[in-house]
């Protein structure tokens, strides 16, 4: 025992010397210095190449099947060793591009890999922007993808949403803000006591009929907002369908009279 700690031998298994450690450090301690672990680790071998020596560090002999001393001798191994047959890229394939159908060449351990094949990143980038969204995959992997993002922004809820989060709470109402709901939709506030849904709609994103129509006197509908009021419809069937009350709520009324937008509630 030393200064009160029991302590043991342990040998350096770089020089061999006994030195002193706790007894929990038995198991770990290898080295009697810095010196000898920075020695130990330093290995002389012969580069693959050029048969010089050179120092290399024991884990990368042990990791490595060749050893270099330096790049010039790896790449002039590479192009001596891998002619012909030998070659990775020797056993390319003629393939068809799976956007342009153009015929090119690929190596065949890259043609095993993927079932498409594209001739530039061009190609590819149009097939993933064009075709992909509308394949089984595509759809699955947007859908998730929307629904992890919309409900990680629980914290950033607009002006309407936060003036209906402010009602629903002081009025001591339960609610969940951007609920995922049978990973199809996530709605912007789910009062689950009440079976109630409260969508909060956008006066511009959802063409509010009080300003859009085809009126004299409204703005006509744009092909974004036709397509958001059909998505609102089939949404709020679906939701209904699953035995939820829906209520879709428009922007401007919760700005001019909110007790009003929610009276069902009270």
Same mark, same amino acid.
């Given at each position: 025992?030393?200064?009160?700690?029991?302590?043991?031998? @342990?040998?350096?298994?770089?020089?061999?010397?006994?030195?002193?450690?706790?007894p %929990?450090?038995?198991?770990?301690?290898?080295?009697?210095?810095?010196?000898?672990?920075?020695? %130990?680790?330093?290995?002389?071998?012969?580069?693959? &190449?050029?048969?010089?020596?050179?120092?290399?560090t +024991? =884990?990368?002999?042990n990791?490595?099947?060749?050893?270099?001393?330096?790049?010039?001798?790896?790449?002039?191994?590479? =192009?001596?060793?891998?002619?012909?047959?030998?070659?990775?890229?020797?056993?390319?394939?003629?393939?068809?591009?799976?956007?342009?159908?153009?015929?090119? /060449?690929?190596?065949?351990?890259?043609?095993? +890999?993927?079932?498409?094949?594209?001739?530039?990143?061009?190609?590819?980038?149009?097939?993933?922007?064009?075709?992909?969204?509308?394949?089984?995959?595509?759809?699955?992997?947007?859908?998730?993808?929307?629904?992890?993002? @919309?409900?990680?922004k629980?914290?950033?809820?607009?002006?309407?949403e936060?003036?209906? /989060?402010?009602?629903?709470?002081?009025?001591?109402? &339960?609610?969940?803000?951007?609920?995922?709901?049978? $990973?199809?939709? @996530? @709605? $912007?506030?789910?009062?689950?006591?009440?079976?109630?849904?409260?969508?909060?709609?956008?006066?511009?994103?959802?063409?509010?009929?009080?300003y859009?129509?085809?009126e004299?006197?409204?703005?006509?509908?744009?092909?974004?907002?036709?397509?958001?009021?059909? +998505?609102?419809?089939?949404?709020?069937?679906?939701?209904?369908?699953?035995?939820?009350?829906? %209520?879709?709520?428009?922007?401007? $009324?919760?700005?001019?009279?909110?007790?009003?937008?929610?009276?069902?509630?009270?």
């Amino acid at each position: 025992m030393i200064g009160g700690y029991y302590i043991v031998e @342990v040998n350096c298994i770089n020089c061999s010397k006994l030195f002193l450690v706790k007894p %929990y450090k038995k198991l770990t301690a290898k080295f009697c210095s810095k010196e000898c672990e920075y020695e %130990y680790g330093k290995l002389e071998i012969k580069c693959d &190449y050029c048969n010089k020596l050179f120092s290399q560090t +024991r =884990s990368q002999f042990n990791k490595n099947i060749h050893n270099f001393c330096s790049k010039e001798c790896r790449y002039n191994w590479d =192009s001596e060793k891998y002619l012909g047959e030998n070659n990775p890229s020797y056993n390319s394939v003629e393939v068809q591009c799976s956007w342009c159908n153009k015929v090119f /060449k690929k190596q065949f351990n890259q043609f095993k +890999r993927s079932k498409l094949h594209f001739c530039c990143l061009n190609c590819k980038n149009n097939w993933m922007n064009i075709i992909y969204p509308n394949t089984p995959e595509g759809k699955l992997h947007y859908k998730t993808n929307g629904i992890n993002i @919309v409900s990680s922004k629980n914290n950033k809820l607009t002006k309407p949403e936060r003036l209906t /989060k402010e009602f629903l709470d002081n009025k001591n109402i &339960y609610n969940i803000p951007q609920h995922a709901m049978y $990973d199809k939709f @996530v @709605v $912007d506030f789910f009062i689950p006591n009440l079976n109630i849904i409260i969508e909060v709609l956008g006066d511009y994103w959802h063409g509010n009929p009080k300003y859009y129509g085809e009126e004299e006197n409204k703005k006509k509908l744009s092909e974004l907002q036709i397509k958001n009021k059909n +998505r609102d419809k089939s949404r709020k069937a679906y939701l209904e369908k699953c035995g939820h009350i829906v %209520y879709m709520i428009w922007e401007t $009324d919760i700005y001019n009279d909110i007790n009003n937008s929610f009276k069902f509630l009270q």
